[in-house]
């Protein structure tokens, strides 16, 4: 690469008092100079808003403060409408980028041995409120390498059967966020149809790195998939699996989808999610029937 191309991260705030300061220092420690921060406050009641108003007298940013809470999707839109870069992350400010995770992920872009690449991820390890590791979302033998390396390419059928990724490794090129129109502010999270709609047509390749530590904490994004009773997490994901059938242009990919209404289903029993529930089942129907009349 002669000149870095910019990246824009997009730092999410809500409620992260205790981490944001750690999260926004770890963006501008990259060993990658060519950067981009903006950075929206989610209508924090906590001590966040303070916190970045003062770090970015001292810190080249753009700073975007709600003044309703807006959720993940259209905050991150709002901030996309601003984004200069030929790539884009979508970081929360609770979680930590080691010091190469950029450089490390751009090289790819450039280094990758697949046509219409879209989104470079890698692998990440999981803290606590303490910094305490928990896992990774790939074990890693002795030399920090994934035991078992997920699957890269055009992996839209193995995205639609189960989680393999973690959205906060993804390095993703802005045109592709450009001609999918960003995220779907209708939903109250955005990974699972980001993934489904990107992976239809553009490749995923894989960086064989811890490059983020993710925050796990009980007020995280992802706890709210196992809250008792009804919920907006699983309308969302609802949503995205009818997309998905949409989508869908062979039987394996049915298939695919099936086993994840399966894992939906399950969930719902456990949270005892009876609304939720019976909208799975009923779509196990359509998908099931779907591989009937496909070839």
């Not at 926004?24 to 001590?47: H, R």
């Not at 001609?179 to 502010?185: I, P, R, S, T, V």
């Not at 949503?239 to 869908?248: G, H, M, Q, W, Y």
Request: hydrophobic share 40%; with cysteine.
């Amino acid at each position: 690469m002669s000149q870095q191309p910019l990246v824009s991260v997009i730092c999410l705030c809500y409620n992260h008092s205790n981490y944001v300061i750690e999260a926004l220092n770890s963006v501008t420690s990259q060993d990658y100079k060519a950067i981009e921060v903006i950075i929206v406050d989610d209508f924090s009641t906590d001590k966040s808003a303070i916190l970045i108003v003062d770090w970015v007298k001292n810190n080249n940013a753009t700073y975007i403060k709600n003044e309703k809470n807006l959720g993940n999707t259209t905050s991150f839109n709002k901030a996309l409408k601003l984004a200069k870069g030929d790539y884009v992350i979508d970081f929360a400010t609770d979680d930590v980028l080691l010091p190469n995770s950029i450089s490390e992920r751009v090289k790819l872009f450039y280094n990758s041995d697949y046509d219409n690449l879209g989104v470079v991820f890698s692998n990440v390890a999981y803290i606590d409120d303490t910094n305490k590791l928990l896992n990774y979302q790939y074990a890693i033998d002795n030399h920090g390498k994934a035991k078992h390396t997920p699957k890269t390419g055009f992996i839209y059928k193995e995205l639609v059967a189960e989680y393999l990724i973690s959205a906060s490794s993804m390095l993703i090129k802005k045109s592709v966020l450009d001609q999918l129109h960003g995220y779907d502010e209708s939903l109250s999270y955005e990974d699972l149809d980001f993934w489904f709609r990107s992976s239809r047509y553009f490749a995923y390749d894989y960086v064989d790195q811890v490059l983020i530590k993710k925050r796990i904490t009980k007020n995280s994004l992802g706890k709210q998939f196992y809250l008792f009773g009804k919920n907006s997490m699983s309308n969302s994901t609802y949503k995205v699996c009818k997309k998905a059938l949409r989508l869908n242009k062979s039987k394996d990919e049915d298939k695919a989808l099936l086993n994840r209404i399966k894992y939906e289903i399950k969930l719902s029993l456990k949270n005892m999610d009876l609304t939720a529930l019976f909208k799975f089942i009923s779509l196990w129907i359509r998908v099931k029937l779907s591989v009937f009349r496909k070839k």
